[in-house]
């Protein structure tokens, strides 16, 4: 069990007037009362703020003005006595402050050390923290009641109901093996092990089908806007990013060319990504031909496809439709205030049942009915972010499929009439492979590793 006191910024490096410095420990509170001239801290009630000031111990001057929160352990996130120190001299004062604090003895924390606190210390499961992890990184709204939900233990929750089905099943093999001679238990029957593996496998098969969704809106929609040169694509791009709040996204080292643009579009983040060049494709298909195109474009969740409503439908656009066909795609025929020359019904044709959309760009005409045409293409199959619960980290999702094939295994082998005991193995399997998901069985390093990758001070 860790027993020193760490420290960090915890709130986003450059962002916002008040930067938090927090302390988590034994000596949170010892420390941050030597270096604060304001009430005594040590006296403090648990859960108050005090106003006060930070004296540099080289100096002797006033460093910073702040609010101070003591929180005594255990109704903290950490179950330590916590401080948090809020500044809103930027960051050179904040910086200040944490030296200072350095200095008293606390160490500096690692990246995610908090949250890896309150996991040991039991305040929450593996899957909640990494949740707070989902959350730290949220881009949108969406993305972030996920991840709140998430928080709240549902998927725990559910993980730790179909855990105890199987450990029921589990046992009341052991007992028909160890005590035979117990008549009132009644005998667990293949039957009866059938169905209960069926109904585990279903709901895992739930959870992984919507674990697509939840990675969407983790990580946004990649979306690809694609049309023959002058159609209007950079002006949809402008529009989508004036209309809809632009989210800002701090991708840490990237001083080349990758160029993300985050729209939340009614609720539905799109990445608009452009590195392989797939966003302003003028001529991916000239340059590269249909089949490379097409395996570029498959790596985009949506494919906007804009055509021009004052030009006949050329080659090189059904080119393009051949190289979307059967990929998810919106076919937008811009310039609907020109005279149309388009082949409409052909266009209707082409597009195998994909939404077509009317507009004119230039007049921001049709961008509801285009915003609308995304968000339906995103929850289509009645995806309802209320009812289910989404998983939506990779590792979980990785469990689950391990689980689900451990549980197929068991399924395989009663098809085959093999011995229960035998089934069992598989059946124990899965139960650990689920248990991992929430952290009943997860290993050290597993657990180093999911911490290190958190935001430093949270
Ligand atoms: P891109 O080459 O596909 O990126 O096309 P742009 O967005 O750069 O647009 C090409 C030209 O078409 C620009 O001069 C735009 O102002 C114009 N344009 C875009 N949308 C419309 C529209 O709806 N109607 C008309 N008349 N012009 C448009
Ligand atoms: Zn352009």
């Known amino acids: 069990m860790e027993t020193d006191t760490i420290t960090a910024i915890s709130t986003p490096i450059g962002e916002g007037a008040i930067a938090i410095v927090r302390l988590s420990g034994p000596e949170a509170i010892r420390i941050a009362d030597e270096l604060f001239r304001g009430k005594d801290l040590r006296s403090a009630d648990s859960h108050t703020i005090h106003y006060g000031k930070i004296i540099d111990p080289e100096t002797n ?4 003005e702040v609010m ?3 929180m005594r352990g255990p ?9 948090e120190i809020n500044c809103h001299g930027g960051m050179v004062a904040v910086n200040r402050v944490l030296e200072i604090i350095l200095s008293k003895g606390a160490r500096l924390a690692e990246p995610g050390e908090f949250t890896k606190r309150a996991f040991l210390n039991g305040r929450i499961d593996l899957s909640q923290a990494e949740a707070v992890m989902d959350l730290i990184r949220a881009k949108t709204d969406k993305a972030m009641s996920v991840a709140l939900k998430q928080m709240d233990g549902r998927l725990s929750s559910l993980i730790s109901r179909l855990r105890q089905e199987l450990l029921e099943t589990v046992a009341h093999v052991e007992v028909n093996i160890d005590y035979p001679e117990y008549d009132d238990v009644e005998e667990m029957s293949h039957e009866m092990m059938r169905k209960k593996t069926k109904e585990v496998h279903n709901e895992i098969e739930q959870l992984l ?3 697509k969704q939840g990675k969407i809106l983790r990580e946004g929609l990649a979306t690809a806007i694609i049309g023959r ?17 632009a989210i800002v996204t701090e991708v840490a080292g990237t001083t080349r060319d990758i160029i993300e643009e985050y729209v939340n579009v009614r609720g539905v983040p799109l990445k608009l990504v452009d590195t392989a060049g797939i966003r302003d494709t003028e001529d991916i298909v000239e340059k590269i031909g249909v089949e490379r195109s097409r395996k570029v474009l498959t790596e985009s969740d ?6 021009n409503n004052n030009e006949v439908l050329s080659d090189e656009d059904i080119k393009l439709f051949e190289a979307v066909s059967g990929l998810e795609y919106i076919v937008i025929i811009n310039k609907t205030d020109l005279p149309n020359k388009l082949n409409l019904e052909k266009v209707r044709e082409l597009a195998e049942g ?3 959309i009317a507009t004119a760009l230039i007049n921001e005409a049709g961008v509801d009915e285009l915003e609308a045409a995304i968000a339906q293409t995103f929850f289509a199959g009645e995806i309802d972010t209320g009812d289910l619960t989404y998983v939506s980290n990779v590792r979980h999702i990785q469990l689950l499929k391990q689980a689900k094939k451990a549980l197929e295994d068991a399924m395989a082998s009663l098809e085959m009439s093999m011995p229960l005991d035998i089934i069992q193995i598989d059946v124990t399997r899965t139960w650990e492979f689920l248990g991992e998901i929430i952290g009943d069985t997860a290993s050290d390093s597993l657990i180093d590793q999911l911490f290190s990758q958190f935001c430093l001070g949270k």
């Open 61 to 64: 001057e006033v460093a910073e």
């Open 302 to 307: 949506l494919i906007l496809f804009v055509l």
């Open 75 to 83: 109704k903290t996130f950490t179950r330590e006595d916590v401080v």
């Open 68 to 70: 101070i929160s003591v």
């Open 209 to 211: 089908e919507v674990a």
């Open 354 to 356: 994909n939404p077509v």
């Open 229 to 245: 040169p002058n159609v209007g694509k950079s002006s949809l791009m402008n529009t989508l990013v004036q209309e809809n709040k």
